[in-house]
């Protein structure tokens, strides 16, 4: 049974920073490209970064770029994105994703992050 998890979720201040991490399971995990998504109220989820199987690549949405950073730790099948300097635009829901092809697509709950003072 695939399991994504997600935690470190929160309330945060303008300009603070949290850590998200994705606990995963039911899969093997070192063969997927990971993924965060967000959705905010109102809006489609948009891609927020993906890291590559073996964490080599990676890449950011534009509105992001310089301020997360998404890593994998493939001994502990767990994918991390740190948030720094967050915005109150930054308000969403975050969403873990593993991409191992067309049939081998999951999503976690996901897991609320409110920036505002």
């Known amino acids: 049974q695939v399991q994504l998890v997600e935690s470190g979720g929160g309330l945060v201040q303008p300009g603070g920073s949290l850590r998200l991490s994705c606990a995963a399971s039911?899969?093997?995990?070192?063969?997927?490209?990971m993924s965060w998504y967000r959705q905010a109220p109102g809006k489609e989820r948009e891609l927020v970064a993906t890291?590559?199987?073996?964490?080599?690549?990676?890449r950011y949405a534009d509105s992001v770029k310089g301020r997360f950073t998404i890593s994998r730790d493939n001994a502990k099948n767990t994918v991390y994105v740190q948030l720094n300097s967050l915005k109150p635009e930054d308000t969403a829901v975050y969403y873990c994703?593993?991409?191992?092809?067309?049939?081998?697509?999951?999503w976690g709950q996901g897991t609320q992050v409110t920036v505002s003072s």
């Open positions: 994703n593993a991409d191992g092809g067309p049939k081998y697509f999951y």
């Open positions: 039911g899969f093997t995990f070192s063969n997927y490209a």
């Open positions: 890291i590559s199987s073996g964490g080599g690549s990676t």
